[in-house]
């Protein structure tokens, strides 16, 4: 019979009620037993809803609970950093979503941390657990197509946030093509060595102005000899476009994006399919649940996390290259970001 | 805020697990009460699995609590009718899954108890809230293909059921293809006047030896003129199989099997994609849950049940006259049912 | 080195026309002589465009040439069968397109005179040669699938013929869906013992005037077990709909219609595709280009014709057994034709 | 009636072989009337294969013909330009293959040339007369996506060329990504700014030890402010790709390779298809048509063709910037090309 593991969730919003459910229902061998949120109101209505026993204004309180093993840090960004230090020194295991930080010193203390304490940290990119991107990563590593020689990602978002958002998000950069980032890495199993990024302004004059831009393209060097574009649009009017191609010596594998049916309408003008899923909430569901259960596979198998901290750290010297690359409008080799 | 539905699950096998899950955790605004199955033991560990309070080894316990709004019946086939007419009695509203019996006697009384108490009652043909089939509907009821001339359906199972099963399933008629039936008249919206038979054995004598045949071919006329073929076969060695196609005046709908992903792997051979998923509880996650949405909906809101008794009843018609085609080659007529 | 084939051609309509541009300029190793047709200004013309040596109005001057080796008769069906025992007598090759004749008596008669003549006779069933529907059959022959099962046909023109044709053209089922039973035999690779056939009028009521129906779905049993559907429209509005699927022990193989593109156009409203190609003569160009180097060369090898007087003749006796199935409403052996 | 167009062609090696059989019989109105080539024979079988009247060693005997109005300059590459003086000198109109040269200078010149003789003059960019890529250019230019903000180019061979080719081919920019370089600028509709191109050998290491390289990517970016990225490989083991998307303000539209039939063969393993086209001989026959009849339709019609002089250069001067690009590893401006 397996051990039950004992989870709390620091983090009432969008993704932390979405883990919450998760824990809560879908993953056997769980018990969560405290949702904490600086918002206590929205901490205990999420309790509520859910059914989770405790709801707290203070995650101290779920650190100092022995009975909790790990917890499920999905509070805003620019507390990420001190919760996995707090919560490693408290020996509790890690989940934090991304990014950990954007600023590399704070990520590396809480690496660091981790470390130190022997706890296991998880970061939450969850794209790795989407059934297309897995089976890609999959095929690559069986040998499939062979040595990887050319990869292309387009990621692309049906609309752009809201532009107070844009303003405190880090950039196109480090906000959207971080994930992008780290596929790349995964795909391709290997390690960048240098970056050239170009992009501009080309859906809305506010995100210029916001110090943004909203279009732009990524070439990666790999260590390996791999060559990658990425780009990325905060406005693809069709939906969430999210797909990869990895080619290599033997061969090639692509994936197409996911859509709500497999209908196709034959009529005098056009054979018609629907859209592609609108946003990551419909295309990334499973790869959620799936994140989740595999760090709670991690804890209690003893195995090393799949996405571990450096994982969380490599893309964001990533995107600060890019950015760096697009501002001075040359290559930029990894190395020199610190 | 939306009134708490209280139900009660009978059967706990394994589509009664599946809906009690459904129940529990992932609709909104339902208390599942009570779990009983006459394997006592069964009911007790699917409560303590779940989380449901009470676990019953008599269904008696649910329909005189006048706590329970509406009953679930997952128990044996021969059991549908008389628990409907039980549960009618006791003035609770029904989802009863398919088929409600074999026997168009014992149907008739079913649906005439629920009738008279004035309680709702659903069937269980999950099928129609697959969203291939919904969406396909949904475009011929707006006249996108404008009038249905004609409809091809492909049905075909993974692998064949056990022997035992075989011989007491009604056969491939009103096993099987009783699902096809009531597709037919789900995606043409219109009621069928005649039909023909052919089939064998082609996979498994020992499916000929229990009396029944692994192949099918059933044409359909429709009432309003109408033509449609579908074929089931026991044994598709490349996974399940449920696509359908209408063609009308102004156009063709057709869909495709999903699959687990939408990776392509090109090589020196050939271009392969992954096989569709395996078989209906794969293909059908997803409708499973929007049933039983629907029926708690239907409740709460007191609308009629998007598949009715006689929805229920109709194609046991349909596969009994099929049977009769099949064993005399010729067309037989509905009306010769009775 | 190859030796050349000289080679007549009967009938300078649109089939006529084709060939001859064919044989002309794009067949190796032919020498078109000349071209004969009843309209004689018709040939004249046709000679000139094309650049062929002779123009006649009688076929006779084709016939008594000592150098011509072959004629490909392209006349107007009821001259068929007499220009076959025409030419079978002057010792010439046989290309005729299809049918031979609608009367079975008329087709032996012709299909004695070229056997007691020893002269090779092929029959123009060109869809045998499309590239789609050439490699299912290689692949059903070799095995891929396993003994064939299922088989469904969807054959639809884009638009009905005009009126006047319709009277004149022996029905749906020997006009229309004569390709398709030549098609089901070709896949199957195996004779068909019974067939059932419904149908009705949907298009147009004109078409049922004129004594014929526009909408016909048949069902096949093959003598190895295997079933098929055929379903034929007179109107689908979204082009010429041209595919087929055979299913096996082992597999299954599909083909798609062949499309003027592979673009994909994603906008807000959906993903749109051009339609398929519009009807036979931009389907099947290839086709008609492969079935003519085929009887150059079943000539030049002195090879059985790969599509042979029988396979001219069994679509015929299904066409009428069709007729009669849907007139009796029942289902008819092949055997009762005669 | 239409003018019939006199031309002759220039060079009987395998792209001269095809134009000249396209010309003899695939284009209504045309008269070939005579082949030269260097190599005397060639000449002369070809002249043989096809039925042109005329065989010539030496191009003047056509330039100096009266009755020719127009030649096809099929020669070898280092020869085109000089070619194109002479036959601007004699007042024929000019369709010549690409490249017109690989120095600058001698573009300018043949230009020059054929401007002030006021002769047509048409480069060999046929991708640009593919079914794919034109319906790709009419739908961009019809507005269906809007404003172009990136497009991606895939462009990879089936295998390299001889290692005695490449030494001489000019590298990868110049022999293979030039075609590419001319679709983005078509596929845009604008004129490139700035490029920058990373690129290696992966594939055969005497690809390397030649000077060249075999795997390569370039960035591009628009005046217009539209991002581009092509890729390239001399080894794509599945076959020739030649795909393109071009995504916009109000959409996007992509194409998938071509592939010999639209079969899927489904198995207990895999859903396979057959692998693209193998390579351009396959994939381009048609648009090798459709450009000659482009040409000759200008011609006839006294239009501009649809592949000016200047089509011809800049690619040129792209693949220069490119190479510069590569070897410096930084962004080129094409204004520092000249």
Known sequence: MKQTVNIAVIGAGRIGRLHAEHLAHRIP????????????????????????????KEHRGILEDP?????????????????????AAAGKHIFCEKPIALDLKQIDDALAAASSAGVKLQVGFNRRFDANFSRMRELVREGAIGEPHLLRIASRDP????????????????????????MARYLVDDE????????????????????DIDTAVVTLK????????????????????????VFGAKGMVTTENNTPNRIRLSTGQTVREDLPQYFFME????????????????IREDKPPPVTGLDGKVPVVMGKAARLSYEQNRPVALSEIS
């Not at 009975?67 to 919560?87: G, K």
């Not at 060595?193 to 170009?198: K, N, Q, S, W």
């Not at 260590?223 to 191609?245: H, K, L, M, P």
């Open 29 to 56: 061998g769980v018990r969560l037993s405290a949702i904490a949120d600086v918002n206590k109101q929205a901490a205990v209505e999420c309790a509520a809803a859910i059914g989770v026993p405790k709801a707290l």
């Open 67 to 87: 009975e909790v093993q790990a917890v499920v840090i999905c509070s805003s960004t620019d507390t990420h950093a001190s919760l996995i230090a707090e919560a």
């Open 159 to 182: 609309a752009p946030p809201p532009i107070e958002y844009v303003r405190v998000s880090g950039g196109i950069f480090l906000d959207m093509m971080i994930h992008d980032f780290d």
């Open 192 to 211: 960048v060595a240098e970056l050239y990024a170009v992009g501009g302004v080309r859906i809305d004059p506010q995100i210029g102005k916001a110090g």
């Open 222 to 245: 790999f260590v390996g000899g791999c060559f990658a574009t990425i780009d990325n649009s905060r406005r693809a009017v069709y939906g969430y476009d999210q797909r990869a191609e």
């Open 283 to 298: 295309r990334y569901t499973e790869s959620y649940l799936k994140e989740m259960n595999a760090f709670i596979e991690c």
